[in-house]
């Protein structure tokens, strides 16, 4: 997955929410019951869309994106984590958990029994290890929350903080946000260094590494002494960049699942009686306007902004884009995220926009230097480019390479002179202020000084501060509905992530196979069966 | 002689200097890669524990010097991406771009060089004209095109061969063929051309007088001395399939040395595509170091006049 690839789902690190005194989470209780007498079965092989980078197979190095998830599912296991409908607090490797009243501190209770694929059971003091020594994303605000890991007892541990650490749960449990609750075997870790983990992986997850070719293929064995039942015996996640091979896979049945069915493959996939397609809605794309408080820009004026937004056609783009499966939403912020409102379908109205355009003086238009849509996704920057001559505004098409275009974000204005427009995406998981923070707020990492609304800043910094539960819900609304009614972002839909599943998994759905609930990838692994 | 060599050593130095001094360079010009290994919420302090991390702080002269000592003592840095020697990667993907590329070479062998004697025996006949029009072809079909034409063909529909991925012979077929195409195109223009120049000439004239039937002076005779250009391009090509087929091992998912390439452009991984770069370019001015040598050694006109 590609950095600024919308799938990736990531948390920013620069704020963690100041606890409150309300408790976030009870008591949990133990589901999962010790392996049924399930004999796993058969082989199973992914296709996975882009090379396999290293660091996927150590939530010690953890990214902050939704890439490792896809392997962390299958090699590893946290305390607690995301399981289907629940967001980060199914109970795993911990049998239940306890988060304090007054959120200073958390306590895990360890499953009985569970043990690392070398053999060696999982203890409070790998959890303890795991959580000091990790040091991916978030790491460094779990460590100055964090006053002491404390070993209760051989199946007990307990998280001590400094002060109320409201996000603890959601943090550690996320698997696509952060890798410090997930649980390596400490002494092997040490033994081998990072370098040699990477190479052979050793974890607590329904499947054990058997052997991988760095970048290219891994080959997993169900682990038999998982706590779970492993219903599918081998299973083969194999990189597959080119799309159009993937999906030849698939039909030809050497693959089950694939990942990214771009559009003009999507009909193929969808006239085959034996595959299926797996839509997850995914990232939100939204147009941004840099520099827009400046008077002399012509997206200063709001009733601009709020004429591109009458004459953007968002059904048009989702169905040439995503063949329709994509969710033309009101919000540019995911609502699968706290706080995340929910907001109206925009209306779609070209006179009107005409009659704004005219009442803001700019009855012929104007001139746009560029419009530069999130790499890869260029053909949706077109749209955008041709949508808007409707109102007379014209403009050109700016392609630019992934790395080059985030390195052009994080500068700021000087990188964006003149009139631009971004047609701008992302998913990022936890809460909406991640968003906000990333995207929005005066120098946050890819807003900079584009957008500058001291008003708004103001209160995400008294959300910031607020222990309160209530007032942090309703000044989230607050900002969120300033941003959609001043049209300081337009958004324009959440695309769908297509993947394709082959005939032999056996389902009812394909949400079987992708609960899509916080990520974009199949899981969970041990429960997929072969038809 | 021994001053030839040692003088054609020299360029051969020269030129890697300035061939690592041009990658060294041109991957720093593609942007800073710790925007890639910094996940979006990263602050500048993080970034730069990063960038201290992986040297990329240090002066650019230093880092050169580096990247110049890692060439030397062969390991070749340390991939941003999988944190192993680029070196280790590079042997460990050399033998499966090692049996593409031999399989592909064998295919342009196969194809081209019959093609192009043929074309040369009896050129501008209907023979020639096939010959020709197989080259243009060859030489303007895109590989990838031709690779995803295959996968259709003969994995989906007909359902004969293997989409991608390494495994027996039969998942080498599409990629050798859609690999060796473009060059079966170049060997057959070669080997047409150097027959046509080596049929003119009068030894072969002396030979047809002398009552030698034809296929004794076209074999023994001709074909001999209009084989050395094929084969000394046929050398460049297996280099150049062996660390640059990119497209065909990306769309076969071929875990070759072109796709390690690839994935080190798109991770911005610099040791990993200097590596690969700097190893590919010393592979092919080592051969032409040799081919000089040997070409000095059996003509000593060469060493004299260069």
């Not at chain 1, 052997?211 to 293929?217: I, K």
């Not at chain 1, 990214?260 to 085959?272: A, T, W």
Request: hydrophobic share 45%; proline share 6%.
């Amino acid at each position: 997955m590609q950095r600024n690839d919308p799938n990736r789902t990531a948390l920013g690190r620069r704020h963690v929410l100041a606890g409150s005194a309300a408790a976030l989470a009870g008591i949990t209780t133990a589901t999962g019951a010790r392996a049924a007498p399930v004999v796993p079965q058969g082989k199973l092989t992914l296709a996975w869309h882009t090379n396999i980078a290293a660091r996927w197979l150590d939530p010690q190095q953890h990214d902050g994106t939704a890439s490792p998830d896809n392997f962390l599912m299958a090699l590893h296991d946290g305390l607690i984590k995301n399981y289907r409908s629940e967001l980060y607090d199914h109970p795993a490797l911990a049998e239940r958990f306890e988060f304090a009243e007054d959120s200073k501190s958390a306590t895990f209770w360890l499953r009985a029994g569970t043990r690392f694929h070398d053999g060696t059971p999982v203890t409070p003091a790998d959890v303890k290890w795991s959580y000091g020594h990790y040091r991916g994303a978030w790491g460094e605000v779990l460590r100055e929350r964090t006053q002491e890991v404390e070993l209760v007892d051989d199946k007990t541990v307990r998280f001590h903080f400094k002060e109320p650490f409201l996000d603890f749960p959601i943090l550690l449990g996320t698997g696509n946000v952060c890798g410090a609750g997930w649980v390596v075997p400490a002494k092997y870790y040490q033994q081998v260094g990072q370098a040699g983990f990477l190479q052979k992986p050793v974890g607590a997850g329904p499947y054990r590494l058997v052997s991988q070719e760095p970048g290219v293929r891994i080959e997993l064995e169900a682990f038999a002494d998982y706590y779970r039942p492993v219903h599918i015996k081998q299973f083969t996640i194999v990189s597959v960049p080119e799309a159009a091979t993937r999906v030849a896979m698939l039909e030809r049945g050497e693959a089950d699942i694939i990942y990214f069915v771009p559009g003009e493959l999507i009909d193929r996939v969808k006239s085959n009686p034996k595959l299926r397609l797996a839509p997850v809605v995914s990232g939100n794309w939204w147009l941004e306007f840099p520099g827009f408080q400046n008077p002399s820009n012509p997206f200063h004026d709001k009733r601009v902004r709020h004429a591109i937004s009458l004459t953007v056609d968002r059904d048009a783009i989702n169905d040439a884009e995503c063949g329709g499966m994509g969710v033309v939403d009101g919000n540019w912020i995911n609502n699968d995220v706290e706080y995340g409102i929910e907001w109206p379908k925009w209306p779609r109205d070209v006179a009107k926009a005409k009659q704004l355009m005219a009442e803001a003086g700019f009855p012929n238009g104007f001139n746009v230097d560029w419009v530069t849509p999130a790499p890869n996704y260029y053909s949706r920057g077109e749209r955008i480019v041709s949508q808007l001559q409707a109102i007379g505004i014209r403009s050109r098409l700016q392609v630019m390479e992934r790395g080059v275009f985030l390195k052009k974000m994080q500068g700021g204005m000087r990188e964006w002179p003149g009139t631009q427009i971004i047609f701008n995406a992302t998913r990022i998981g936890g809460t909406w202020s991640n968003w906000y923070d990333s995207m929005f707020k005066c120098g946050g990492f890819n807003s900079k000084d584009f957008f500058c609304i001291k008003d708004l800043d103001d209160k995400f910094t008294k959300y910031l501060a607020s222990y309160d539960r209530n007032e942090r819900k309703q000044l989230a609304e607050e900002i969120q509905k300033s941003i959609l009614d001043e049209y300081y972002f337009v958004p324009v839909f959440r695309h769908a992530f297509v993947n394709a599943i082959g005939p032999r998994l056996a389902m009812q759905k394909w949400q079987d196979v992708f609960p899509t609930i916080t990520t974009g990838y199949a899981y969970p692994w041990e429960e997929l069966k072969l038809a | 002689m021994g001053q030839f060599i040692f003088r054609r050593t020299l360029y051969a130095i020269a030129t890697l200097f300035i061939l690592s001094l041009t990658i060294f360079t041109v991957v720093r010009l593609t942007g800073d890669p710790v925007t890639l290994m910094a996940e979006p919420g990263a602050q500048e302090a993080d970034l730069e524990l990063v960038r201290a991390e992986w040297g990329l702080n240090q002066p650019l002269p230093v880092q050169y010097a580096a990247f110049v000592k890692n060439i030397i003592t062969g390991k070749l840095g340390q991939s941003f991406n999988y944190e192993m020697p680029v070196s280790t990667l590079y042997f460990q993907r050399l033998p499966n771009s090692l049996e593409l590329a031999l399989a592909a070479t064998l295919i342009s062998f196969v194809i081209g060089i019959p093609a192009g004697i043929i074309s040369a025996v009896r050129v501008n006949s209907a023979w020639d004209h096939v010959g020709k029009t197989i080259a243009l072809l060859g030489l303007s079909v895109p590989g990838f095109w031709l690779g995803l034409v295959m996968i259709l063909v003969f994995s989906v529909w007909l359902e004969w061969l293997p989409t991608s991925g390494q495994g027996g012979w039969r998942n080498l077929v599409m990629p050798a063929v859609a690999l060796g195409w473009y060059f079966a195109a170049s060997l057959l223009r070669l080997t047409r051309s150097s027959m046509l120049e080596v049929l003119r000439s009068e030894y072969i004239k002396l030979a047809r007088l002398k009552g030698l039937p034809a296929f004794a002076v076209i074999a023994l005779h001709a074909f001999k001395n209009a084989l050395i250009p094929v084969l000394t391009l046929a050398g460049i090509n297996l280099v150049v399939m062996l660390n640059a087929a990119v497209i065909i091992e990306v769309i076969f998912a071929w875990p070759g040395i072109g796709r390690l390439l690839y994935e080190g452009i798109f991770q911005r991984d610099f040791p990993l595509v200097q590596g690969v770069v700097m190893e590919a370019g010393i592979m092919i001015v080592l051969i032409n170091l040799l081919v000089d040598v040997l070409y000095a050694y059996i003509d000593p006109r060469i060493r004299l006049t260069r």
